[in-house]
């Protein structure tokens, strides 16, 4: 028995350590970052009209500055063939401890060093071909969200907690591996719906606790569950509950989704959530069977962990990954967070500066 399943162990090892790779910038590439970032904030920050066309110039020239090496990487992530890329060699934004307590959300989202983040996200994002986004249903349409407890559920109760907490990145639950919402379709919108997102970057404006965010890369879940359930999961036998983020009276419960998609332009495609979809009771045994085992298959997997702070930035392909974390266990912990769009998707665009899309 060892030996039938050892092949399989070490194909899925070596696919997930081809799934993460690092991009390090050199000094005087993070200090001309840093500037464009600044510029950025002080007009406003991502949701700032023309601000998505500056950030554009930002990353055209500093792609001029990079290394073939580093050109390679971006350019694998924007065609989609690795799950994530972390930045790092980036500069702080400041040095200031965090306060004793998380301030209110209103008073975090117009900081100056939360736009600063936020817009260097962005100049990120277009590195790798990807344009900063919002759906009209999240986060009341805006770019930036910031990931922090502001509604309970961690470790530590917080002075406006309620009784029933919230599964979403407002929270201080701990969140099962997921890709981020809709669910409908994931490259080309279909029936009213834009795709979900191509890409989520994160960044930490405080994380005195070093409380790390979690991937789970998607190619080494398939190559253990193989290919009869990978076909079964392509069809619409699934349903997904609606997300606790979206904005009050919009957003819906989602029916006959598939979970695993081809598209010719980024091959596979995946939207899973293990807290929200589930199969339908009417679905085959063998499509019921391919979801239990890719349930067990990612509960299994080993995520791999990295601790964001001021200095780093990463940048998960929305598709090819699931992300997770723990409880919060430090309330002060807040990152930094903007969805991308690729260059191979095709939303309903409702207004394009900034850029914001039916959901």
């Known amino acids: 028995m060892t030996d039938v399943t050892q092949p ?81 060699g980036l500069q702080k934004i400041n040095d200031v401890s965090p306060p004793n307590e998380l301030p209110v959300l209103a008073s975090l989202e117009n900081h ?3 736009l600063c983040l936020a817009a260097r996200n962005q100049i990120l994002l277009n590195l790798v071909d990807n344009s900063a986004f919002a759906y009209d249903m999240d986060n009341e349409g805006k770019l930036v969200r910031l990931v922090a407890n502001f509604k309970g559920g961690g470790l530590n109760k917080i002075p406006t907690e309620l009784d029933i907490k919230e599964l979403s990145s407002h929270s201080g639950l701990a969140l099962g591996p997921h890709t981020e919402a809709p669910y409908w379709c994931a490259v080309n919108a279909k029936d009213g719906h834009s ?29 253990k569950i193989g290919v009869k359930n990978c076909l079964a999961l392509t069809t619409g036998n699934f349903q997904f509950t609606r997300s606790d983020s979206f904005v009050s009276g919009k957003g819906e419960d989602g029916h006959n989704v598939s979970i695993l998609e081809f598209d010719d332009k980024v091959g596979f495609t995946a939207r899973f959530n293990s807290y929200r979809f589930s199969v339908n009771d009417n679905a085959s045994d063998l499509v019921k069977s391919a979801f239990v085992a890719l349930c067990q298959k990612v509960g299994e997997s080993a995520p791999v962990e990295h601790t964001l702070t001021q200095e780093s930035a990463m940048v998960i392909n929305n598709v090819r990954a699931l992300h997770c974390r723990d409880l919060i266990k430090d309330n002060r912990r807040v990152l930094v967070r903007l969805f991308g769009l690729s260059k191979f998707s095709s939303p309903i665009v409702i207004t394009d500066d900034p850029l914001r899309l039916q959901g």
């Open 8 to 88: 399989e162990v070490e194909t899925a090892e070596l696919l997930s350590g081809q799934e993460i790779r690092t991009f390090s910038f050199e000094f005087c590439q993070s200090l001309l970052l840093q500037k464009f970032a600044k510029d950025l904030a002080a007009i406003g920050g991502p949701q700032a009209p023309g601000v998505r066309a500056k950030a554009n110039s930002a990353a055209i020239e500093l792609n001029a500055s990079f290394t073939r090496h580093q050109r390679e990487l971006l350019a694998a992530y924007s065609d989609g063939q690795i799950s994530v890329l972390i930045f790092e």
């Open 112 to 114: 100056y060093d939360v």
């Open 195 to 223: 795709p979900s997102p191509s890409s989520l970057i994160l960044s930490a404006l405080w994380n005195p606790g070093m409380e790390p965010t979690s991937v789970i890369p998607i190619p080494p879940v398939l190559e």
